[in-house]
């Protein structure tokens, strides 16, 4: 991993109007609300939260499918809001995104050597279908597939094989960054820690950056450099993931942690399990104060009326009142 920078994100914001009618009051999901990050040549940065924290709208108002509504995305440099023609073709190529359904990112009329090809056709990467036919060949045995797996259709294979598949189809174009939007999450767990293992060998090879989108923090802690915590929109905290996973400093950064099951009974009965209580609040009308405050067992009069600001602490940015001086 390099010091460079590839990927810069500062104060993005990512708001969804949902007003129903024209006389109705204005409704906006702010799903991805004032987020800063970087991430570096060759870096794995892990993007953990529950279910509609806003990580997957996050990721992908990156590769440029959602437009943002505030903030900017600068990418080796270059405003990518700005970027138009050739550099936004180029942006596209370097950008490749792996997809959570492997069932569903394959076209199943296609054959996985037409998937894979695809890509290479549009980027003009090569002259002839030989060298392309070759590539495929080359990038199969990559991920593990046989060659003769090119003339076979995506119904063929099971769910680890289809995202295979994918990342294969993601390498094609050789980008610079993969956004891994929970790429796991729908595989068995035996599989999983294959494709994770298979990302971190790419990754070694070809010193590609990953923004890595998942659920399950003890995962995430496993492919990633760094980890960012996210909560209704917001990055809570930040920091190298052996930090974040052994010494998690924002009370809801501790709960996620101490919902990782245990496979030792005895352990997990000692484990001081911190249980959230009520439901995660909407991201239309967020608490006016810190988002985490209608669940955190620490929260006070201030949480509920201050929005606490991310603040350094260590090696860490966090941001919550308690660790304010
Ligand atoms: Fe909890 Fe208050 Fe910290 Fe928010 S600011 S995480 S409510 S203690």
């Not at 495929?136 to 063929?156: F, Q, S, T, W």
């Not at 993969?178 to 035996?190: G, K, N, R, T, W």
């Not at 003890?218 to 996973?245: A, F, Q, T, W």
Request: glycine letters at 6%; one cysteine or more; hydrophobic letters at 35%.
């Amino acid at each position: 991993m390099s010091e460079n920078v590839i990927l810069q994100v500062n104060n993005l914001k990512t708001y969804f109007d949902v007003t129903k009618g024209i006389f109705a009051p204005k409704q906006i999901v702010k799903a991805v609300d004032d987020v800063t990050f970087d991430v570096k040549e060759g870096e794995t940065f892990g993007l953990v939260g529950e279910s509609g924290c806003g990580k997957t709208t996050l990721g992908r108002t990156i590769v440029k499918l959602y437009e943002p509504a505030g903030g900017s995305i600068t990418f080796e440099g270059k405003d990518v809001s700005k970027i138009k023609g050739a550099d936004l073709k180029a942006f596209r190529k370097d950008m490749q995104m792996i997809f959570q359904d492997p069932y569903a990112s394959l076209n199943p009329r296609m054959t996985v050597g037409e998937i894979i090809k695809e890509p290479m056709i549009i980027h003009n990467i090569y002259d002839t279908d030989e060298e392309r036919e070759e590539r495929a060949v080359e990038l199969l045995k990559i991920v593990g597939l046989k060659p003769d797996h090119i003339r076979r259709y995506p119904a063929e294979f099971s769910g680890g094989q289809r995202q295979r598949i994918g990342i294969a189809r993601s390498l094609a174009v050789n980008p610079k960054f993969i956004v891994c939007d929970e790429p796991i999450s729908a595989l068995d767990a035996s599989i999983q820690a294959q494709v994770v293992n298979l990302l971190k060998n790419i990754q070694r090879e070809m010193n590609i950056s990953y923004l890595f989108i998942a659920h399950d923090l003890s995962m995430v802690k496993y492919i990633s450099d760094r980890i960012g915590v996210m909560y209704l929109g917001h990055i809570v905290e930040l920091g190298p993931s052996n930090d974040v996973y052994h010494r998690p400093l924002h009370p809801y950064t501790s709960a996620l942690l101490s919902a990782i099951p245990i496979p030792d009974p005895d352990q997990a009965k000692a484990r001081n399990r911190i249980v959230l209580e009520g439901e995660v609040p909407s991201p239309i009308n967020p608490p006016a104060g810190c988002p985490f405050c209608t669940r955190c067992p620490k929260a006070t009069e201030r949480c509920r009326t201050e929005r606490p600001q991310p603040i350094e602490v260590g090696t860490r940015t966090v941001s919550c009142h308690l660790y304010e001086k």
